[in-house]
């Protein structure tokens, strides 16, 4: 048995703060302060802020410190299926899901000591896989923020042994900023004094910002394009830095974009001595499993009301950068292995659905919109008019399940059909619920 929202503790926190996101670091604070300051108590930790990758920079390097021997706690978010997921705590075996028991614990210590105050569910949840991960031993513990970074309840964190920065685009415009500079100096926002910061490579605006905080903070940068750099070549990821060249297999993750992930996790590892053996980072990047990223779906109970022999894919990019990155893949396996490719497509209403879209013109065959399992979920027509918006055939429909029976009854086409399912990690981890899937 797993946590989802409808167990009573994630109720009963939820409803503590009026509002699902409310930046601040007051509040975890004073409930830290209360619980004996468990973030001053954690093992080494690697701290990842950035718009996409953060995950698939955590699962590389995970993979990475277990093929080394070494053990590490992990901190994630958002979760595709169970609450449980957001929180890996440290084994020989590369970390097990928290079981509800120590979880349920660890919560209701929290919500006591914080004693009624209005706190928001991310915080209170952050401070106790913050005493998880404070009592049980580790070598690491890598550590993603939930939205941002200079504000992120994971910023408590006051010396971390690195700051590592995924590819930052336009995402969260409300909270963060419009423009890209603003996102840029809330992710730069994790650089701590005299802390080695990793970054993928970046748009100028942004790399400037954090060039600029870097050297403010005299912290060692260590930014993609500049000081590192990594390339596919005859099949082989080849990285370089300062140090040399390290040969290494492309990551097991679908998509060019995690050559550039794969290139921060492999920085980072040589930044900060966390792995000096190439045959660790080699063994990572080949084992490496992230679920929900470029995800193939082969066996399940949604498989049957496909059309027979079809490819399903899940992706939970949501963001103009990450539609680019999903299209670029895909079109890398239209190029190998040629199928008409249709969308099933939902989004939450802080997204920018029409710069989705644009990626996948010219690509997509059509796209079937769905509601996210969420309040803020955009309504399948208007999403079904973004699309359109990018010259993109659509239309709304009830369900998953419907716009794959569609398929199967209204479209013929030879060969059978390539499909992606996204838009939305909420909706894919519906989908892998729906699917019987366990996401991890």
């Given at each position: 048995m797993t946590m989802d929202a409808?167990?009573?503790i994630l109720e009963r926190i939820a409803a503590l703060h009026p509002k699902r996101i409310d930046l601040s670091l007051g509040r975890l604070e004073r409930l830290l302060a209360a619980l004996g300051n468990p973030e001053r108590r954690l093992p080494p930790v690697i701290h990842v802020a950035g718009t996409n990758g953060k995950g698939s920079v955590v699962a590389m390097l995970r993979a990475m410190l277990t093929a080394?021997?070494?053990?590490?706690?992990?901190y994630t978010s958002p979760h595709l299926v169970a609450f449980n997921e957001r929180i890996r705590i440290a084994d020989a075996s590369g970390g097990t899901l928290v079981d509800d028991a120590a979880l349920t614990d660890a919560l209701t210590?929290?919500?006591e000591a914080n004693g009624g105050e209005p706190i928001t569910f991310f915080e209170i949840t952050t401070a106790a896989a913050f005493l998880l991960f404070a009592e049980n031993p580790a070598d690491y513990l890598l550590l993603e923020t939930g939205l941002g970074g200079r504000l992120d309840a994971t910023n408590v964190v006051e010396r971390p042994l690195a700051s590592v920065i995924?590819?930052?685009?336009?995402?969260?415009?409300?909270?963060l900023g419009p423009t890209l500079a603003d996102i840029a100096a809330e992710k730069a926002g994790i650089i701590k004094q005299g802390v080695p910061v990793v970054s993928a490579p970046q748009k100028a605006e942004a790399s400037t910002v954090i060039e600029r905080q870097a050297a403010r903070m005299a912290a060692p940068l260590h930014l993609g394009g500049a000081d590192w750099s990594v390339l596919q070549e005859h099949g082989r990821l080849v990285f370089q830095d300062n140090?040399?060249?390290?040969?290494?297999?492309?990551?097991?993750?679908?998509?060019?974009?995690?050559?550039?992930?794969a290139g921060v996790a492999v920085a980072t590892a040589r930044a900060t001595h966390l792995i000096d053996d190439p045959a660790s980072l080699?063994?990572?990047?080949?084992?490496?499993?992230?679920?929900?990223?470029?995800?193939?779906l082969t066996r399940g109970r949604l498989i049957d009301f496909a059309p027979r022999e079809a490819e399903i894919w899940l992706d939970g990019g949501h963001n103009p950068d990450a539609g680019e990155a999903i299209a670029a893949a895909l079109a890398d396996l239209e190029d190998r292995v040629p199928r008409p490719l249709f969308l099933i497509v939902g989004m939450l209403n802080t997204k920018d659905p029409a710069g989705y879209f644009r990626a996948f013109a010219g690509l997509v065959r059509h796209v079937f919109t769905v509601r996210v399992p969420s309040d803020a979920s955009i309504e399948p027509a208007?999403?079904?008019?973004a699309a359109e918006e990018a010259d993109i055939s659509a239309e709304p429909v009830t369900s998953v399940r419907t716009a794959l029976r569609l398929l199967e009854q209204n479209w013929r086409f030879e060969p059978a059909p390539r499909i992606l399912i996204g838009g939305s990690l909420y909706l894919v981890g519906d989908v892998l619920a729906q699917n019987g899937t366990p996401p991890l």
């Open positions: 409808t167990s009573p080394d021997g070494k053990t590490a706690h992990v210590r929290a919500e995924t590819t930052i685009g336009i995402d969260h415009v409300g909270f140090d040399g060249l390290v040969d290494l297999p492309v990551p097991r993750l679908t998509g060019r974009h995690q050559f550039v992930n080699e063994a990572g990047l080949a084992r490496v499993d992230w679920p929900g990223r470029l995800q193939r208007a999403l079904a008019a």
